[in-house]
């Protein structure tokens, strides 16, 4: 079956402007995460929902930086007024109970 | 922050056993250790799960002692294309506060 997509693959953008980032889950996947990873280090936790809440959002690192799952489903990742640290692939995963994570290829953010 | 401790990098060569040990003292009586692989420009990729003794498949053993304060992931006889990033995580039932470490880096040399 399908995995998880990310959408779009690479996206630029000018720092100030704002971006939405989306995942399509794997269908029936309650859990949903969002991670961030720069260069050389590993993914750094953002937010976690299960079903539409979110459960965590301990690692959203400001309040320019926010997710919605309305339906339980598909998540938007934003972000408002961008800055050039924000530069970084962001990934997007799912699982349902104790099932290991899925993840998509990420979404490339460059800010210039 | 993270709850495992793992070597930040690991070299073998082709044909030979690799195996990473992860490091997890806090661990919960709910939690399940599972390893993910990583090669640049894609997500992780799903290994091996466990929970305790000994679990394989058609990739991967993992090695999990009583005490659960770490794990093992053991490769046999690597291949170039083993090269990756190697990540263990450990997390309770519903999968939550699924936090990465920095990760293995492992280089395969011919």
């Known amino acids: 079956g399908a995995g998880v997509s990310q959408t779009p693959s690479n996206k630029v953008t000018e720092k100030g402007k704002y971006v939405e980032l989306r995942c399509d889950p794997i269908s029936g996947h309650t859990a949903l995460y969002w991670y961030r990873q720069s260069l050389g280090q590993g993914p750094e936790f953002l937010i976690y929902?299960?079903?539409?809440?979110?459960?965590?959002d301990s690692g959203l690192p400001n309040d320019r930086f926010f997710a919605v799952r309305p339906e339980g489903s598909v998540s938007t990742l934003k972000i408002q007024r961008t800055e050039r640290g924000d530069s970084a692939v962001y990934l997007c995963?799912?699982?349902?109970?104790?099932?290991?994570?899925?993840f998509g290829n990420g979404t490339r953010l460059t800010v210039t | 922050l993270a709850k495992t401790t793992q070597p930040i990098s690991m070299d073998s060569y082709e044909g030979q056993e690799v195996n990473i040990t992860c490091s997890h003292n806090n661990i919960a009586t709910n939690d399940y250790i599972t390893w993910y692989q990583q090669f640049p420009s894609q997500g992780p990729r799903f290994i091996i799960q466990g929970y305790k003794t000994k679990v394989t498949n058609e990739v991967a053993s993992l090695f999990i002692p009583a005490d659960r304060k770490s794990s093992t992931l053991s490769l046999p006889r690597v291949s170039l294309s083993d090269t990756a990033v190697y990540y263990c995580l450990v997390g309770g039932p519903n999968n939550n506060d699924m936090r990465f470490g920095a990760g293995t880096r492992l280089t395969v040399k011919p």
């Open positions: 995963a799912s699982s349902q109970g104790i099932s290991p994570l899925h």
């Open positions: 929902f299960q079903g539409t809440g979110a459960a965590d």
